[in-house]
C-alpha cells in the first residue's frame, strides 16, 4: 500500500482528507483505509470533538494491539489499513509529543506484527509496518534504547528479508533511522546491533559451508540460503558504512578475515567485494568535497589517515593467503592488495621504526613471505604483481623490509622450470628500487674454481635490463673482476661446454657496462677512472668491444638529449629526474676524455671486422660530437696518413674505410674540417673505383644533409664537381647520387627566384634522361627521387600561388615536353606521371597540364605516344570522378583516334583507359561525350569486358 508516500497536512482533519482523496476508489487497500477513517470520524462525532493527528496516533495504536489479538479473516486486511493510516499520521504527530513508555508499547505491538504476521502479509501491508516502525524510532529518540534496541533489531531482520521490495524499504530505514539517532548511547547500542546482527550472520554461513555433505541436496540448499543472507548483510553494512564508527568497522573486518580463509571460494570472492567497497569508502573519506567546504585541518587529516590505517594489519594476511587459491580469486586479491599498498602513504613513514606505516608493512612482509613458504612450484603471477608494487612502494627502504622476501624469490630462480618472466620482472622491480649494490650483497654473484659450479647467475640478465641510477664504480671494482675471473677461470678448463658457459657468464658480466651508464650518479666523478679502463680493452679489440662502444654512444646521447629522457612510455624504468645542469656536468666529463676515447676507437675501426665496424662507426659519431673541432682535424689527417701511404694494393680500400670515417664526423664538425673532408670526397669522387665512388657519394649526401653552411658556401662550385661526373652504372651510387641531387635541386630552387636555374636543369636532365633510358631498376631509382623532391618542395610552398617552389618544380619537368628529342620528351611525361600518382591536386595547380601533353599524341614517335598513354592511365585512376570530368572531352578526342592501333600494345591501352573512365564517371556520361564514328568501338569494348583488373585500380 503505497498512501504512505502521499503528504498530507495537519490543516485539516486527517479522516476528512483520505475519504476525499479516497471514497471513490475500487481498490481493496483504499475501501479498508476509508473504513478506519469513517470508524475514527464516527467516533469523534460521537464525542463531539475533534481530533489532533496525536489523537489518532493513540487510537491507531489501541486498535492495532487489539487486532493483534483478534485471531479472524479479516485481522489481516484490518492490520494493513490501521498500519498504513499510522504511517500517514506519523509525520504530522509534533516531535517530542509521544511519551516514551507509549512509544515502547507502540513499537512492541509493530514489532510483534510484523514477527507473527508479516509472512501472512502482502508486501506492500509489511512495507507500510516498516515504515510505521521506522518514523517511531526516529520520533522516540531516547536514551532509554530498549525498546529502540528492539525496533532497530527488527528493522535490521528485515533488511536482509529475501523479499526484494521489503528488503529495500528496511534499509532505507535503517539508515534514515541510524542518522536520526542523536544521543550517543543510543548510536553505539545501534552500531553494536548491526555488528552482532554481521557476526550471526557470517558465523551461521561459515558453519554451514564447513559441514555441508558432499552428497547432500539438502545442505546445498541451506549452504545456497545462507550464502544469499550473507550477501544480503553485506549490501546493508556498504549502505551503513558512511554512519558505522571505526571500532565497529575493525570488528566487522575480524569477521571478513573468517570467510576470507573458508574453502568456499564465492563466499570469500563476496567479502573480497565488500572489502573492496570499505576501502573505497575511506579513500572517499580522504578526499575533499566538490562543494565548497572548510579546509580539512592538520589533525582532521591525521585522523582520516589513522581511521584509514588501523584497518589494514587486520587485514592483509588473509588476503595474501587468497592469492594462491583460485585464479578469478587471486586476482581480485591481487587488485585488493595492490590498491591498499597504493593508498597508503607507505614510504613518509616507514623508516619510523614502530609507526603504524612500519607495522603494516612488516604485516603485509610476513604475510607475503608466508604466501611464498607454502607455495608449491613458481609463485602466479598474481602474488609477484603484489610483491613487486610493494618493492615499488617502499623504494629503497625495501633492502630493510623485503630481503627475505627477494631470497625466496632467488630460490625460485634457481630451481624453477618453464616461463619464468613475471618472477623476473618482479625480481626486476626489486634490482630498480634497491640498486644492484644491494641487490648484489643479498645475492652475490660467484663461482667455485675448484668444483666448477656457480652461484646466481641467472641475476646477470635481469641486472643487464633492470639496472638504473647506479655507481660506475661499482662496476669497475665488483663487476669487470667478476668478469675477468669468469674469462681466466674458462682458459684454465679443458671441458668445452663448461669453457663456454664461462665465457658466457663473462660476456653477461661486461654486457651490464650498458646497465651501468643509464644515468650513474657518481659519473661526474668516476668517467675518468672508466674511460682509462675501457681504452685498454677496445685496443686490443676484445670480445667486449661492442658493449663498450654501446654503452659510450648511451652515456653520450643520454646527456646530449637530457630533456627527453622521461619521453619513453612503454620503459620499465623509473621516469628520470634529470636536469641541465647533471647533463652538463656529466658532459663535461666526457669531454675530458673524449679524445683518448676517439682515438683508440678510430685506429680499430681500420681493424675490426665488417659487423664490428658499424657500431664503432656510430660511436665515433657520438665521441665527435663532445670532442673539439680541432681534436677531430687532428685525428682525421693522422687516420689519412697513417692509411693512405699504405702500399697501393690497400689504398683503395683503406679509402673507402676513410670515407665511412669522414661521415662519422660530419654531424660535429665546423666549416673547416668540412673543407677537409670535402676535399678528400672530391678526390675520391674523380677516382674510377666503383666502390670509392659509392661511399663518396654516401659520405656527400651526410654533409648535405647536416650541414646547412657547406651546402649554401659550397653550392656552386660542388654543381661543377658533380655534372662533370659521368652517371654510375651501379645502381647504389646512382641512388646516393640522386640522393645528393635531391637536395641541391630542393635548394637551387629556393635560391633562385628570378632567372633560369642552370643547375636544376641539368640535374632534371639527367634524372629525366635516366627514366627514359635506363633499365627497370635505374628508372625506379629516378621516380623515387622525384617523389620525395616533390613531396619536399610541397611542405615548404605553404601556397599554391606562382614562383612557390613546388609550382617551379611543376614548371621545369613540363618545359621538357616542348624538347626536340623523343627520349627527353618521354622522360618528361613519365616524371609527371609519377608526380601526378604522388599529387592529383597538379592538374589544378597547372592547369594547361592535361591539354600539353595531350598534344603530343599527334607526335609521330611511339616511344612518346606509350609515354603520354601511360600518363593518361595513371590520370584517371588518380583523379576523383568529379575531377575527371572536366578532363573527359579533350582525353576522349585525343584518345580514341588510337584506339583502332593495334601495335605496341596501344589498342590495349586505350581500352584499359576507357574502361576506368567508365567506371568512374559512368558509362552514359562517357558514350554521350562519344563522337559517332567510335560508337563501335565502345559497344565491341562494353561487351568485351567482363572483369575489371584489380592490380590497375590499386
Same mark, same amino acid.
Given at each position: 500500500m503505497e498512501e504512505s508516500t502521499i503528504s498530507f497536512t495537519g490543516e485539516s482533519d486527517i479522516c476528512q482528507q483520505l475519504l476525499h482523496r479516497y471514497s471513490k476508489s475500487i481498490a481493496p487497500q483504499h475501501f479498508h483505509l476509508c473504513a478506519i477513517a469513517s470508524a475514527f470520524l464516527s467516533t469523534a462525532q460521537s464525542e463531539s470533538r475533534s481530533l489532533t493527528p496525536l489523537d489518532y496516533y493513540y487510537a491507531t495504536i489501541d486498535a492495532l494491539l487489539d487486532s493483534s489479538k483478534t485471531d479472524n479473516n479479516d485481522a489481516d486486511d484490518v492490520v494493513s489499513a490501521l498500519s498504513s493510516f499510522l504511517a500517514l499520521v506519523l509525520p504530522l504527530v509534533p516531535k517530542k509529543s509521544i511519551d516514551m513508555s507509549t512509544a515502547a508499547r507502540a513499537v512492541e505491538i509493530v514489532v510483534n506484527l510484523l514477527d507473527n504476521s508479516c509472512q501472512g502479509l502482502q508486501v506492500s501491508r509489511v512495507r507500510a509496518l516498516l515504515k510505521c516502525l521506522g518514523l517511531l524510532l526516529e520520533l522516540c529518540n531516547s536514551a532509554d534504547s530498549k525498546f529502540v534496541q528492539l525496533g532497530f533489531q527488527t528493522l535490521i531482520k528485515h533488511a536482509i528479508d529475501k523479499r526484494p521490495k521489503v528488503r529495500k524499504c528496511a534499509q532505507d530505514r535503517v539508515v534514515k533511522v541510524f542518522k536520526s539517532f542523536q544521543s550517543p548511547v543510543v548510536k553505539n547500542s545501534a552500531s553494536k546491533l548491526v555488528l552482532k546482527s554481521f557476526k550471526t550472520c557470517m558465523s551461521s554461513a561459515i558453519k554451514t559451508v564447513g559441514s555441508r555433505s558432499a552428497d547432500g541436496s539438502k545442505d546445498d540448499l541451506v549452504s545456497k540460503c545462507k550464502h544469499l543472507e550473507v550477501l544480503r548483510m553485506f549490501d546493508l553494512l556498504k549502505i551503513l558504512l558512511p554512519c558505522l564508527?571505526?571500532?565497529?568497522?575493525?570488528?566487522?573486518?575480524?569477521?571478513?578475515?573468517?570467510?576470507?580463509?573458508?574453502?568456499?571460494?564465492?563466499?570469500?570472492?563476496?567479502?573480497?567485494?565488500?572489502?573492496?567497497?570499505?576501502?573505497?569508502?575511506?579513500?572517499?573519506?580522504?578526499?575533499?568535497?566538490?562543494?565548497?567546504?572548510?579546509?580539512?585541518?592538520?589533525?582532521?587529516?591525521?585522523?582520516?589517515?589513522?581511521?584509514?590505517?588501523?584497518?589494514y594489519? &587486520?587485514? =592483509?594476511?588473509?588476503? +595474501?593467503?587468497? *592469492?594462491?587459491? #583460485?585464479?578469478?580469486?587471486? !586476482?581480485?586479491?591481487?587488485?585488493?592488495?595492490?590498491?591498499?599498498?597504493?593508498?597508503?602513504?607507505?614510504?613518509?613513514?616507514?623508516?619510523?621504526?614502530?609507526?603504524?606505516?612500519?607495522?603494516?608493512?612488516?604485516?603485509?612482509?610476513?604475510?607475503l613471505l608466508e604466501v611464498l613458504s607454502t607455495q608449491k612450484g613458481t609463485p602466479n603471477e598474481h602474488s609477484l604483481a603484489v610483491i613487486s608494487d610493494l618493492f615499488r612502494e617502499l623504494w629503497e627502504y625495501s633492502h630493510t623490509y623485503m630481503g627475505n622476501i627477494l631470497l625466496k624469490l632467488a630460490s625460485f630462480m634457481t630451481t624453477a622450470s618453464g616461463d619464468v618472466k613475471?618472477?623476473?620482472?618482479?625480481?626486476?622491480?626489486?634490482?630498480?628500487?634497491?640498486?644492484?649494490?644491494?641487490?648484489?650483497?643479498? &645475492?652475490? =654473484?660467484?663461482?667455485? +674454481?675448484?668444483? *666448477?659450479?656457480? #652461484?646466481?647467475?641467472?641475476? !646477470?640478465?635481469?641486472?643487464?635490463?633492470?639496472?638504473?641510477?647506479?655507481?660506475?664504480?661499482?662496476?669497475?671494482?665488483?663487476?669487470?673482476?667478476?668478469?675477468?675471473?669468469?674469462?681466466?677461470?674458462?682458459?684454465k678448463v679443458k671441458r668445452s661446454e663448461i669453457r663456454e658457459e664461462l665465457q658466457s657468464h663473462a660476456r653477461g658480466c661486461w654486457g651490464l657496462l650498458l646497465a651501468f651508464c643509464?644515468?650513474?650518479?657518481?659519473?661526474?666523478?668516476?668517467?675518468?677512472?672508466?674511460?682509462?679502463?675501457?681504452?685498454?680493452?677496445?685496443?686490443?679489440?676484445?670480445?667486449?668491444?661492442?658493449?663498450?662502444?654501446i654503452a659510450l654512444q648511451h652515456l653520450v646521447n643520454d646527456n646530449k638529449n637530457w630533456s627527453s629522457l622521461d619521453d619513453d612510455q612503454t620503459s620499465k624504468l623509473p621516469r628520470i629526474d634529470y636536469d641541465k645542469k647533471i647533463a652538463t656536468?656529466?658532459?663535461?666529463?666526457?669531454?675530458?676524455?673524449?679524445?683518448?676515447?676517439?682515438?683508440?676507437?678510430?685506429?680499430?675501426?681500420?681493424?675490426?671486422?665488417?659487423?664490428?665496424?658499424?657500431?664503432?662507426?656510430?660511436?665515433?659519431?657520438?665521441?665527435?660530437?663532445?670532442?673539439?673541432?680541432?681534436?677531430?682535424?687532428?685525428?682525421?689527417?693522422?687516420?689519412?696518413?697513417?692509411?693512405?701511404?699504405?702500399?697501393?694494393?690497400?689504398?683503395?680500400?683503406?679509402?673507402?674505410?676513410?670515407?665511412?670515417?669522414?661521415?662519422?664526423?660530419?654531424?660535429?664538425?665546423?666549416?673547416?674540417?668540412?673543407?677537409?673532408?670535402?676535399?678528400?670526397?672530391?678526390?675520391?669522387l674523380q677516382e674510377e673505383n666503383d666502390n670509392l665512388q659509392s661511399e663518396a657519394y654516401a659520405t656527400l649526401y651526410k654533409i648535405l644533409e647536416e650541414c646547412f653552411e657547406f651546402k649554401s658556401s659550397k653550392f656552386e662550385q660542388l654543381m661543377d664537381l658533380l655534372l662533370d661526373l659521368k652517371s654510375p652504372v651501379d645502381i647504389i651510387s646512382l641512388r646516393r647520387r640522386f640522393s645528393c641531387f635531391k637536395i641541391l635541386l630542393v635548394h637551387s630552387i629556393e635560391i633562385t627566384r628570378d632567372g633560369e636555374n642552370t643547375y636544376g636543369v641539368h640535374m632534371l636532365n639527367e634524372i629525366i634522361v635516366t627514366i627514359a633510358d635506363s633499365k627497370e631498376e635505374s628508372r625506379k631509382v629516378a621516380h623515387d627521387v622525384l617523389r620525395k623532391t616533390s613531396s619536399i618542395l610541397k611542405k615548404t610552398s605553404l601556397s599554391k600561388r606562382k614562383r612557390a617552389p613546388y609550382y617551379e618544380f611543376i614548371t621545369m619537368i613540363m618545359g621538357y615536353i616542348s624538347g626536340s628529342s623523343p627520349c627527353i620528351k618521354s622522360g618528361a611525361v613519365s616524371a609527371l606521371s609519377v608526380l601526378i600518382s604522388n599529387d592529383s591536386e597538379i592538374c589544378h595547380l597547372m592547369p594547361d597540364l592535361v591539354s600539353e601533353i595531350l598534344e603530343l599524341l599527334d607526335s609521330e614517335d611511339i616511344q612518346v605516344t606509350k609515354a603520354v598513354l601511360g600518363f593518361l592511365k595513371m590520370l584517371v585512376l588518380s583523379l576523383q570522378a568529379r575531377d575527371l570530368q572536366k578532363f573527359l572531352s579533350d582525353i576522349l578526342e585525343e584518345l580514341l583516334p588510337w584506339s583502332s592501333i593495334s601495335q605496341h600494345h596501344i589498342k590495349s591501352e586505350v581500352t584499359l583507359i576507357f574502361e576506368i573512365m567508365m567506371r568512374k564517371c559512368g558509362s552514359a556520361l562517357v558514350k554521350s561525350l562519344v563522337p559517332e564514328?567510335?560508337?563501335?568501338?565502345?559497344?565491341?569494348?562494353?561487351?568485351?569486358?567482363?572483369?575489371?583488373?584489380?592490380?590497375?585500380?590499386?
Open positions: 564508527p571505526s571500532e565497529v568497522i575493525s570488528k566487522a573486518i575480524v569477521e571478513l578475515q573468517k570467510s576470507l580463509s573458508t574453502k568456499f571460494s564465492l563466499l570469500a570472492m563476496h567479502a573480497l567485494d565488500f572489502m573492496e567497497e570499505i576501502l573505497r569508502f575511506f579513500e572517499s573519506e580522504s578526499e575533499p568535497e566538490p562543494e565548497p567546504e572548510p579546509e580539512l585541518t592538520m589533525s582532521d587529516k591525521v585522523k582520516i589517515v589513522k581511521k584509514w590505517n588501523c584497518h594489519s &587486520l587485514v =592483509i594476511g588473509s588476503i +595474501a593467503g587468497l *592469492l594462491k587459491t #583460485s585464479e578469478a580469486t587471486a !586476482i581480485r586479491a591481487s587488485n585488493i592488495l595492490k590498491e591498499m599498498i597504493n593508498r597508503v602513504d607507505l614510504y613518509e613513514h616507514v623508516d619510523t621504526d614502530g609507526s603504524k606505516e612500519s607495522r603494516i608493512v612488516k604485516s603485509l612482509c610476513d604475510a613475471h618472477l623476473q620482472e618482479c625480481i626486476g622491480s626489486a634490482i630498480i628500487v634497491m640498486g644492484p649494490v644491494k641487490a648484489l650483497a643479498l &645475492l652475490p =654473484i660467484s663461482h667455485d +674454481a675448484d668444483d *666448477l659450479t656457480f #652461484s646466481n647467475t641467472w641475476l !646477470i640478465p635481469i641486472l643487464k635490463e633492470y639496472t638504473c641510477r647506479s655507481y660506475l664504480e661499482f662496476f669497475i671494482q665488483s663487476i669487470v673482476p667478476l668478469a675477468e675471473s669468469f674469462r681466466e677461470a674458462s682458459q643509464r644515468q650513474p650518479i657518481d659519473m661526474h666523478e668516476t668517467f675518468g677512472s672508466l674511460a682509462k679502463l675501457l681504452i685498454s680493452y677496445i685496443e686490443k679489440d676484445a670480445y667486449m668491444l661492442e658493449d663498450i662502444a656536468r656529466n658532459i663535461k666529463a666526457l669531454s675530458s676524455c673524449s679524445e683518448e676515447l676517439l682515438m683508440a676507437f678510430t685506429q680499430v675501426f681500420f681493424q675490426v671486422s665488417p659487423m664490428k665496424r658499424a657500431f664503432v662507426k656510430d660511436t665515433i659519431g657520438c665521441l665527435a660530437l663532445v670532442t673539439e673541432y680541432s681534436t677531430i682535424k687532428v685525428i682525421f689527417i693522422s687516420s689519412l696518413k697513417l692509411n693512405v701511404s699504405v702500399e697501393k694494393i690497400r689504398v683503395d680500400a683503406n679509402m673507402c674505410l676513410l670515407l665511412e670515417l669522414a661521415s662519422s664526423f660530419v654531424g660535429a664538425t665546423s666549416i673547416d674540417p668540412t673543407d677537409l673532408i670535402y676535399d678528400f670526397i672530391k678526390d675520391c564514328k567510335y560508337r563501335d568501338f565502345v559497344d565491341n569494348d562494353r561487351k568485351g569486358k567482363t572483369s575489371f583488373p584489380e592490380d590497375v585500380m590499386s
